[in-house]
T-cell receptor
Framework: SQQGEEDPQALSIQEGENATMNCSYK?????LQWYRQNSGRGLVHLIL?????REKHSGRLRVTLDTSKKSSSLLITASRAADTASYFC??????????????FGKGTLLTVNP | NAGVTQTPKFRVLKTGQSMTLLCAQD?????MYWYRQDPGMGLRLIHY???????AKGEVPDGYNVSRLKKQNFLLGLESAAPSQTSVYFC????????????FGNGTRLTVT
């Protein structure tokens, strides 16, 4: 079953507005990462937030992590048409040992209308 | 730096045919991964490697084999392709195993008829 689930599945906004996407997960994690995917391209890493961090910023991106609720949010401020893409959260499970696996959600498709 | 390069970009196979997808990275990363992406399923890990000469199974390994003979290359093989293997395949690499971002290639779109 999917570890991380993004919400909403799709989001359509006007240029200049803020976009918020959420990710929920089921088990404890080492870190949570957000990726972006433009149509027909590979995923590009945006932000990594560790389990002991609550908030991180990178340019117009703000990520929060609430481990008590097992959820994270990605906020894109002052959106631009070029932000149109799919956004994925990925969780690094706190499974111990060397059985590493980064598990991706199904993504949120963000459309920013000019 | 080219980053992560996947070849080919597109391929159409008939059921039962075999092929190898090549992934090459020039970042001297130890860790490499193969994912498949299907509509509505997100990305699922097929196999991964923690170093030259090592491979391990991921979430959906059946029907695939991999090899990591050189640190910079990670090959994904389909011995007998099935329509269920129609997908977009992504290779990724990372510097560390944990707390390290993945660097992705641009994918190989495979159709099995």
């Amino acid at each position: 079953s999917q570890q991380g689930e993004e919400d909403p599945q799709a989001l359509s906004i006007q240029e200049g507005e803020n976009a918020t996407m959420n990710c929920s997960y089921k088990t404890s994690i080492n870190n949570l990462q957000w990726y972006r995917q433009n149509s027909g391209r590979g995923l590009v890493h945006l932000i990594l937030i560790r389990s002991n961090e609550r908030e991180k910023h990178s340019g117009r991106l703000r990520v929060t992590l609430d481990t008590s609720k097992k959820s994270s949010s990605l906020l894109i401020t002052a959106s631009r048409a070029a932000d149109t893409a799919s956004y994925f959260c990925a969780t690094d499970l706190n499974s111990g040992g060397s059985n590493y696996k980064l598990t991706f959600g199904k993504g949120t498709l963000l459309t920013v209308n000019p | 730096n080219a980053g992560v390069t996947q070849t080919p970009k597109f391929r159409v196979l008939k059921t039962g045919q075999s092929m190898t997808l090549l992934c090459a990275q020039d970042m001297n990363h130890e860790y490499m991964y193969w994912y498949r992406q299907d509509p509505g399923m997100g990305l699922r890990l097929i196999h991964y490697s923690v170093g030259e000469g090592t491979t391990a199974k991921g979430e959906v390994p059946d029907g695939y084999n991999v090899s990591r003979l050189k640190k910079q290359n990670f090959l994904l093989g389909l011995e007998s392709a099935a329509p269920s293997q129609t997908s977009v395949y992504f290779c990724a690499s990372s510097y560390l195993q944990r707390n390290s971002p993945l660097h992705f290639g641009n994918g190989t779109r495979l159709t099995v008829t």
